[in-house]
């Protein structure tokens, strides 16, 4: 499979009344055709605002990509003009965020809502993208969509919401979809119900996705790579099945161990991980989990370390082995 | 096992009205917010109260407390019935039974040092005062993992966590019996869930509190939970111990509020069987008749419609509402 989006480098900054926050230190990874990745980390690690920059969507000021490209097609969309960033946010790459109700127009129609895009960059009619906007209705499982059309977006449940916005990102055919944290906000019936229907509509579509999430239970079921972010790095990636069975990184491993599992027989103690997520206001010359790290050295402490190879496809941003405790 | 109750639920009823008019307000409906849900809750023991969001889970657990007025039924607290007291009485009472509510942000008053917020119940039950509430204070922040030195600081500076931890002190202030946590750790990331998780598990082995702990997460009520209640609409459709609920659920419900829960394996999430429910949850101002789950329920018969379900014990501690089972 060849790679649909390389990104490289990025990083991203917000200037705020406390000072300069780095958001994305140098992030890079690639997504490969038809392939789902998944993106895992806490608030404030940077994951949505990796894709918002890679999307050109940080509103700017206070924000500013400050490094790094984002090639797709051959193309930097970094570099791209507004006009042509244009014809590719909604086309090619859609995105689904994840409070459904603020991500639409509360005063214009589904219909109308839907049929946008369709018009602006397919060109069609609005007769014809209103009917391409009820395949795409049922098709994500809206009943009696047809007469939905007229509906406004507050008369939708949470969860048929979401389809909608579902049905809107892929209502041109995108090569990737970006979800962020689609069903955050739902219940977990729901939730299951958003997973299914985005597993299906893979499978008879093909596109890619990027799936932006807090959640390790949810990834596991859906993803076939995941980065692991943290402090606006990503600190390990791997196919689902290895990271799973073989957490590297001591972050990872604790997220891991800190959750609960619904087919476990005894009762244990919940691994906790010490102390609080890193404040962004500088760049540092360690490595951002080493405050919380139980198996930190002095090693630690005077670099940040990079991503390193520790198997197939399997790569860690740290200086210790936690098998060994020591330094690699 | 003989257990005794620290509280006796009995047909607790709780409608809001729905209300008409400004001045001349005309009643033209009520939310069916809890409806008829009887449980007990025994000393020292966690029961677990998980349902989906406007399921009645919260309600059910503020009712309970008296911080609404419930429309019928009982409230047994050590043998008194907490919806007949009032004024002095019921203020008395409160002070053995707190709760931790689940925005860390919203729950504590901003204008208040940790101390006053932490010492505030001291004062009004006339517990303590002065030096010697300071003193209480600094213990209490101990006891959370806090440093003792944090008492004059505001709220604003402290993380998640370390607010749920200040709320969590001010539960324990008044050394209760019983302590309603209504979704704590929901709002908290995931690495800082576990850390309060485990002092919610801490304190209650050192005090000996019993806990109501109301949440979404079925994994995390699991962990911490000796008994599970599933709440839907309104109502208590299945109560037993957690493991033999999460390992033999018998209504269709809890079925299929356990297959949606995503476990954190590729290996064991690719063999799952999951059942997927249709639709949304139902309105609870006009809730079906009947079993109120049949509207979505993959088995529902003719009877489901007609009849209410009676919540009856099927095997010793597992409790059940549902014609089929």
Same mark, same amino acid.
């Given at each position: 499979?060849?790679?649909?989006?390389?990104?490289?480098?990025?990083?991203?900054?917000?200037?705020?009344?406390?000072?300069?926050?780095?958001?994305?230190?140098?992030?890079?990874?690639?997504?490969?055709?038809?392939?789902?990745?998944?993106?895992?980390?806490?608030?404030?690690?940077?994951?949505?605002?990796?894709?918002?920059?890679?999307?050109?969507?940080? +509103?700017?000021?206070?924000?500013?990509?400050?490094?790094?490209?984002?090639?797709?097609?051959?193309?930097?969309?970094?570099?791209?003009?507004?006009?042509?960033?244009?014809?590719?946010?909604?086309?090619?790459?859609?995105?689904?965020?994840?409070?459904?109700?603020?991500?639409?127009?509360?005063?214009?129609?589904?219909?109308?809502?839907?049929?946008?895009?369709?018009?602006?960059?397919?060109?069609?009619?609005?007769?014809?993208?209103?009917?391409?906007?009820?395949?795409?209705?049922?098709?994500?499982?809206?009943?009696?969509?047809?007469?939905?059309?007229?509906?406004?977006?507050?008369?939708?449940?949470?969860?048929?919401?979401?389809?909608?916005?579902?049905?809107?990102?892929?209502?041109?055919? +995108?090569?990737?979809?970006?979800?962020?944290? +689609?069903?955050?906000?739902?219940?977990?019936?729901?939730?299951?119900?958003?997973?299914?229907?985005?597993?299906?509509?893979?499978?008879?579509?093909?596109?890619?996705?990027?799936?932006?999430?807090?959640?390790?239970?949810?990834?596991?079921?859906?993803?076939?790579?995941?980065?692991?972010?943290?402090?606006?790095?990503?600190?390990?990636?791997?196919?689902?099945?290895?990271?799973?069975?073989? #957490?590297?990184? #001591?972050?990872?491993?604790?997220?891991?161990?800190?959750?609960?599992?619904?087919?476990?027989?005894?009762?244990?103690?919940?691994?906790?991980?010490?102390?609080?997520?890193?404040?962004?206001?500088?760049?540092?010359?360690?490595?951002?989990?080493?405050?919380?790290?139980?198996?930190?050295?002095?090693?630690?402490?005077?670099?940040?370390?990079?991503?390193? +190879?520790?198997?197939?496809?399997?790569?860690?941003?740290?200086?210790?082995?936690?098998?060994?405790?020591?330094?690699? | 096992?003989?257990?005794?109750?620290?509280?006796?639920?009995?047909?607790?009823?709780?409608?809001?009205?729905?209300?008409?008019?400004?001045?001349?307000?005309?009643?033209?409906?009520?939310?069916?917010?809890?409806?008829?849900?009887?449980?007990?809750?025994?000393?020292?023991?966690?029961?677990?109260?998980?349902?989906?969001?406007?399921?009645?889970?919260?309600?059910?657990?503020?009712?309970?407390?008296?911080?609404?007025?419930?429309?019928?039924?009982?409230?047994?607290?050590?043998?008194?019935?907490?919806?007949?007291?009032?004024?002095?009485?019921?203020?008395?009472?409160?002070?053995?039974?707190?709760?931790?509510?689940?925005?860390?942000?919203?729950?504590?008053?901003?204008?208040?040092?940790?101390?006053?917020?932490?010492?505030?119940?001291?004062?009004?039950?006339?517990?303590?005062?002065?030096?010697?509430?300071?003193?209480?204070?600094?213990?209490?922040?101990?006891?959370?993992?806090?440093?003792?030195?944090?008492?004059?600081?505001?709220?604003?500076?402290?993380?998640?966590?370390?607010?749920?931890?200040?709320?969590?002190?001010?539960?324990?202030?008044?050394?209760?019996?019983?302590?309603?946590?209504?979704?704590?750790?929901?709002?908290?990331?995931?690495?800082?869930?576990?850390?309060?998780?485990?002092?919610?598990?801490?304190?209650?082995?050192?005090?000996?509190?019993?806990?109501?702990?109301?949440?979404?997460?079925?994994?995390?009520?699991?962990?911490?939970?000796?008994?599970?209640?599933?709440?839907?609409?309104?109502?208590?459709?299945?109560?037993?111990?957690?493991?033999?609920?999460?390992?033999?659920?018998?209504?269709?419900?809890?079925?299929?509020?356990?297959?949606?829960?995503?476990?954190?394996?590729?290996?064991?999430?690719?063999?799952?069987?999951?059942?997927?429910?249709?639709?949304?949850?139902?309105?609870?101002?006009?809730?079906?008749?009947?079993?109120?789950?049949?509207?979505?329920?993959?088995?529902?018969?003719?009877?489901?419609?007609?009849?209410?379900?009676?919540?009856?014990?099927?095997?010793?501690?597992?409790?059940?509402?549902?014609?089929?089972?």
């Amino acid at each position: 499979m060849t790679d649909l989006l390389t990104v490289a480098g990025l990083e991203t900054q917000f200037r705020t009344r406390e000072g300069l926050v780095h958001a994305v230190n140098g992030v890079s990874f690639n997504l490969k055709e038809g392939e789902t990745l998944g993106i895992v980390g806490e608030s404030g690690c940077g994951k949505s605002v990796t894709v918002m920059s890679m999307l050109r969507l940080i +509103p700017s000021p206070p924000g500013k990509v400050v490094a790094g490209q984002a090639i797709y097609q051959g193309k930097d969309l970094l570099k791209m003009s507004d006009e042509e960033i244009r014809h590719i946010r909604g086309a090619q790459i859609s995105m689904v965020f994840q409070d459904p109700m603020t991500s639409f127009n509360p005063v214009l129609t589904i219909g109308r809502q839907l049929a946008e895009p369709l018009e602006i960059h397919n060109g069609l009619s609005l007769q014809q993208a209103y009917d391409r906007a009820v395949q795409m209705l049922e098709m994500v499982g809206i009943p009696r969509a047809k007469e939905r059309l007229n509906d406004y977006p507050h008369q939708f449940s949470g969860g048929m919401r979401q389809r909608v916005m579902i049905a809107m990102a892929l209502i041109c055919s +995108p090569q990737i979809l970006i979800a962020d944290e +689609p069903t955050t906000a739902l219940d977990v019936t729901i939730q299951a119900q958003i997973v299914e229907l985005v597993k299906r509509l893979r499978d008879e579509l093909g596109m890619a996705i990027i799936w932006i999430t807090h959640d390790l239970g949810i990834i596991a079921g859906l993803a076939d790579r995941v980065s692991v972010m943290y402090g606006g790095y990503i600190i390990e990636e791997a196919l689902v099945k290895e990271l799973y069975a073989n #957490p590297t990184h #001591p972050y990872t491993l604790g997220l891991l161990n800190s959750l609960p599992r619904m087919d476990e027989t005894d009762h244990r103690r919940l691994y906790s991980i010490d102390g609080l997520p890193p404040v962004l206001l500088e760049k540092p010359n360690y490595c951002p989990f080493a405050p919380r790290c139980a198996y930190a050295v002095e090693h630690c402490w005077h670099e940040n370390p990079s991503l390193i +190879p520790v198997g197939p496809g399997h790569t860690v941003a740290c200086w210790v082995d936690p098998a060994t405790g020591r330094e690699r | 096992m003989p257990q005794e109750a620290l509280l006796r639920v009995e047909h607790l009823v709780k409608y809001f009205p729905i209300t008409r008019g400004i001045i001349i307000q005309k009643q033209i409906g009520a939310v069916h917010a809890v409806d008829d849900v009887s449980f007990e809750i025994y000393k020292g023991e966690t029961l677990g109260l998980v349902g989906e969001s406007g399921c009645g889970k919260s309600t059910t657990g503020r009712t309970i407390l008296q911080l609404y007025r419930p429309t019928s039924g009982h409230v047994y607290f050590d043998g008194k019935d907490l919806v007949q007291l009032k004024g002095e009485e019921l203020r008395h009472m409160r002070r053995r039974m707190q709760m931790i509510f689940q925005d860390p942000y919203a729950s504590l008053n901003p204008r208040m040092t940790v101390g006053e917020i932490i010492g505030e119940p001291l004062l009004i039950h006339g517990v303590a005062r002065g030096k010697e509430m300071q003193d209480r204070v600094e213990k209490l922040l101990a006891m959370v993992g806090l440093n003792p030195a944090f008492s004059n600081r505001y709220p604003h500076e402290f993380s998640g966590g370390q607010r749920q931890r200040i709320g969590v002190a001010r539960a324990l202030a008044l050394e209760p019996a019983l302590i309603v946590c209504d979704e704590p750790i929901s709002a908290l990331d995931v690495s800082i869930q576990a850390q309060v998780v485990n002092l919610l598990e801490d304190l209650q082995k050192e005090l000996g509190l019993t806990y109501l702990f109301i949440a979404h997460d079925l994994s995390m009520v699991r962990h911490i939970s000796d008994r599970v209640a599933v709440m839907y609409l309104g109502v208590i459709v299945e109560l037993a111990d957690r493991f033999e609920l999460y390992n033999h659920p018998l209504h269709p419900y809890t079925q299929a509020l356990l297959s949606a829960v995503p476990i954190p394996d590729p290996v064991a999430e690719e063999k799952r069987q999951r059942i997927i429910l249709q639709g949304d949850v139902p309105s609870p101002v006009n809730p079906p008749s009947g079993c109120r789950f049949r509207t979505r329920c993959p088995l529902a018969k003719a009877i489901c419609a007609e009849v209410k379900p009676e919540f009856r014990e099927v095997s010793p501690g597992h409790w059940v509402a549902c014609h089929l089972v």
